[in-house]
Structure formats: C-alpha cells, structure tokens
C-alpha cells in the first residue's frame, strides 16, 4: 500500500506506518459506538455541591496552593474565528452577487442585528477608525469587507482568542487577555506566578507572542503578579491520514499522501509535554468580563479543591497497593479501597465479576488507582450541541464516567438513544487535571486514552471527496482511562462565543 516515498514522507512528519495502517482500518470498520449504560446525573455519577461545602474545599485550594503547588491553565486555542462570521460571509457574498443591502438584510437575520447593533461590539471602534482612514461609509458592505478581510481587521482568518470581546471603557480585551487575568484568581503559585500554556496554530503564534508582549508588564503591575506563558503546536505526528471514499490513500496532485489535523485530541501529547501538579483546562471562548468572573473563581477553586481531596485518599491508597505484597495488605483496607474506586469515582467492575483471590482485587486496584485523575465542571443541559456525561461500559468490562459526543452514541439503538435523550447535564470544557502519581512521578498520558473512540468526517479536497479521521477527543476517548469526577456547576460559569452575535448577549456585555 504505501511506497518508498510514502514512507519517507511519514519519516519526515513523524508519522508512525503501524499507526497509519490503523487508521486506515478504521477508516474500514468503523469506529464502535460507545456502549453507554445511563446518563449520569445528580446521585448518578454527578456530585452537588453544598455551600458550606463549596467553602471549604476553596480554602483547601487555597491553602494547597500556597504550600508550593505547581500550578498551570491550559488553553486550547488553535481553532479559527472563520465559523464565528458564517452568517456575516453568507451576507457579503450575497452582496457581491449583486444584491441590494436591503435585500440582504432582510432575509438574513444574523446580519441584520449584527448591523443594528454595531456599536456594542468591542471592536467597533477600531472598525470604524479603519473605515474613516480608508475615506469609506459606514455602510452595511465595508462593515462587513473592512471587519473580515485582510485589508481591514481580517477577523474572517484570524483565531478567536486574538479578537476583541469585550470592553472597559476606552480600552478592550481578548480571550487572550480575558484567560491571562482569569489565571491571577486561581493559576497563581505561592510565589506569584501565573502559568498559562497555550496552543496554536503556527502561522499566529507570532500574533500571540506579540500581543502578550505588548500586554504582559501591564497585567503584571495591576495584579502584582508574574506570568510564565507557553506556546506549543499540534504536532504533525499526530495529524491523521486522509482516505478516498474507496478508503484508500488519498493522493495530492503530486502523488504525495494527504495528512490532516487529527481534532483537539491530537492536543494530548501538548498536554503530556507539561510539568505541572495541578492543570486547568478551558476553551479559548469561555470567558465574560471582570464583573461577571465570580463564579468562575469559585467554582475554578472547588473543582481544584475537590481534586486535590480525592487525590489526597487516592496515593494513600497508591502506596499500600504498590509498596506491599498482596498478602501483607489487610482485607478490611482491600474493602475501603474498593468502596472508594465504586462510591466516590464512579468505577465498578466487570459484570458478574468478584475477586476471590486477594491477589486478583491487589491487581485489580492497582491498575485502577495507578492513572491519572480527572475532576469535571457540568452544566445543565440548555440546549447546547456536544458531549454530555454518562455511565459507560469499558473495553475491559468495568463501568467508569466518560464524556461522550452525541456522534459517540448510537442513536439507532432505542435504549441508547433513550438516554442519550434524556440526559439532563452538558460538557462545558470545564477539567482540572491531576498528572502525577504518589510520588510526584508523572504519567503517561497517552497509556490511558482508548484508540477506537475518534471521529470519521466527509471533506473534499481540490474538488475530490475524502473521509478524514479525529483522533480520541481531548476530554472524550484521550482521557478514557482516567479517575473520573463530576461535578454540577453553575451554568453561569459556561458563556462560549460561537458566532459573532454571541457578543451582544448580557454575558459579554
């Protein structure tokens, strides 16, 4: 299947030709559907947390942090802006097909508030100071030309956490901007320094680098802090093969294999590079304002804190089940560990399976206490498309949380669509991650994703149909061996921006 050139081609990307051949099989069979067994809910696998709860575990978090906690915020931030003004390009393309702006405005009604209500957006200003530079009107048309393309803001090519969301006063920030300040509440160590990391794409890291340039000693001063920010890119490794619909290599013009961006989920071996106790993690998108942030702190701590909790009891229990024989290990701690693994983290063995032998449950706590641990925000469901928690059932038998994507379900089945439908809670990209064991060793996080949970996709490419592969989603089928924790948060705490009128909504305001 693959030649000489191929693969020296995979040589130069870093590509593995096991890997592709899997891939490519995939592409075949299919990836399975997830076998999920119920959603979880409150009382199902989702904690509510009390207010006197929520008290103590911020202090928890605070007193962790300031004893020497290394602490860092990840932010997946790659994606581009281009799906944020779909309704805006619609219009413009209309407009130069010869149609009167009325007529425009008129029938699509995205644009039509995006116009009448101009003046609320954060980057009006600069819009209209292009504008007046250039001699234009402000009419409907340079609005949109000047607001998209290259010859004036270029927000159509540009990523989101590069454009202007909100305003304070006379001056403006980004979601860039917006996550640096977020991290001064809840990302700063006992020394004052605010870690970040963020991923992009390779042509804007420089804009990234820039702006945080021009905008670092200016946050620093006002929240008497220091901040240690990285970049890093999705590494071309991890892209996935393309195939044609007769799932064969797909072929560029010169007979070179076709490799795409493998999804966010290529994002965990970005992930994996980090040296860190205690990882935030959170979209580019999900931010408000200063006077909306409140509940974001707070809940950013109870999450970290109720973490750290469980983490605490789970290395007490990582080193008598690494550091003893399994026969010097006593029975009544064998059963606590267990009541542990199934009532606090959600995970139960395989059906009709029962240990026996002393031996068998010390190497089956073993290999479940030995993984990463996972504490994550969810929010009502209000309607928004994604991934949702439920109760599902391994590759090995046992039964764990996961976050699964409606695409993940098999909706063909009546019992799994039923709960898929009435599923009552929603991922909002809300994860505070533990990377280290009892030891202060980290894992391995690319020991404990499952590779039969990625996504298969139609494309075209130069006019010719493809099927393209996503790797296992970062929070999905990349994190599908770890600890796993629910927690209920306000969905106050949860204000993405996905299309540009989003900004015009109280949150963003």
Not at 230 to 238: D, E, L, M, R
Request: aromatic share 10%.
């Amino acid at each position: 299947m693959f030649s000489a050139r191929d693969k020296e081609q995979m040589i130069v990307r870093g590509s593995n030709p096991d890997e592709v051949l899997r891939q490519i099989e995939y592409f075949r069979t299919g990836f399975p559907f997830l076998p999920v067994i119920e959603a979880a809910g409150p009382g199902k696998g989702i904690l509510q947390v009390s207010d006197t709860e929520v008290e103590k575990l911020k202090l928890l978090f605070d007193e962790k942090a300031g004893s020497g906690l290394k602490i860092m915020k990840f932010v997946p931030a790659s994606g581009a802006a281009s799906r944020m003004f779909k309704s805006l390009f619609a219009a413009l393309e209309e407009l130069n097909s010869g149609k009167g702006e009325e007529e425009v405005l008129a029938g699509n009604k995205d644009a039509r508030e995006f116009y009448e209500r101009i003046d609320d957006f954060a980057f009006a200003g600069e819009l209209k100071d292009i504008i007046r530079k250039e001699g234009k009107n402000r009419g409907f048309r340079n609005f949109l030309e000047y607001l998209l393309n290259a010859g004036g803001m270029n927000y159509g090519s540009m990523p989101k956490g590069l454009l202007l969301f909100h305003k304070y006063g006379d001056a403006c920030r980004t979601p860039f901007e917006e996550h640096l300040v977020e991290g001064v509440s809840y990302a700063k160590d006992n020394k004052d320094v605010v870690r970040l990391h963020f991923t992009v794409s390779p042509e804007h890291e420089t804009a990234f680098a820039s702006l945080l340039e021009r905008v670092k000693e200016k946050y620093e001063a006002q929240f008497g802090v220091s901040f240690e920010v990285g970049f890093s890119q999705q590494k071309p490794s991890t892209d996935t093969i393309a195939v044609d619909l007769n799932n064969l290599p797909f072929r560029e013009e010169d007979g070179s294999l076709l490799f795409r961006p493998g999804g966010h989920g290529a994002l965990l071996e970005n992930l994996n590079d980090l040296d860190a106790d205690l990882v935030f993690i959170k979209n580019i998108d999900n931010v408000v304002p200063d006077k909306l942030k409140l509940p974001t702190f707070t809940y950013k701590k109870v999450l970290a804190g109720l973490l750290l909790k469980y983490q605490d009891q789970i290395f007490l229990y990582q080193k008598e089940l690494n550091e003893k024989f399994p026969h010097s290990i006593e029975s009544g701690f064998l059963a606590e560990a267990s009541g542990f693994l199934e009532n606090f983290l959600n995970t139960k063995p395989a059906e009709n399976h029962y240990y026996t032998e002393k031996e068998d449950l010390v190497r089956y706590l073993r290999e479940k206490f030995n993984r990463p641990l996972r504490v994550c925000g969810m929010v009502k469901n209000q309607g928004e498309p994604g991934g949702g928690p439920f109760l599902t059932r391994n590759h090995d038998g046992t039964v764990s949380l996961q976050i699964a994507e409606s695409v993940q379900i098999d909706h063909d089945d009546p019992v799994r669509a039923d709960i898929a439908r009435h599923a009552t809670h929603f991922n909002p990209v809300d994860l505070v991650c533990g990377l280290k064991n009892y030891k202060g060793k980290k894992y391995d996080l690319m020991q404990f994703r499952d590779p039969a949970t990625g996504f298969i996709s139609r494309k075209s490419k130069d006019g010719k149909d493809l099927k393209a592969q996503e790797l296992p989603g970062l929070w999905n089928g990349a994190m599908s061996d770890w600890n796993t924790v629910f927690v209920e948060v306000p969905v106050e705490t949860f204000n993405p921006v996905k299309t540009v009128n989003d900004l015009l909504r109280d949150q963003h305001q």
